[in-house]
């Protein structure tokens, strides 16, 4: 895994919330179809465990495309 490349982006507040419910209304889904949720699992515990940063949380202005 030494090849692993990450990638970082910026989000607002209400970004990640959306993104959180989004990953857990999918994970819901495959429980309820009987699916495993492990990748969802990790990516959700990520998000969660994410420090808050001014990177993290970036202004409007930062990303939006003009």
Do not use: C, W
Not at 17 to 25: A, D, K, Q, V, Y
Not at 45 to 62: G, N, Q, V
């Amino acid at each position: 895994m030494e090849d692993t490349k990450y990638k970082e982006i910026k989000i607002d507040r209400f970004q990640y919330g959306l993104l959180l419910h989004l990953l857990n209304e999918e994970r819901n889904l495959r429980i309820k179809d009987g699916k495993p949720t492990d990748d969802l699992d990790i990516i959700i515990i990520k998000l969660i465990d994410s420090k808050e940063r001014k990177l993290l949380f970036a202004k409007k202005e930062e990303y939006e495309v003009r």
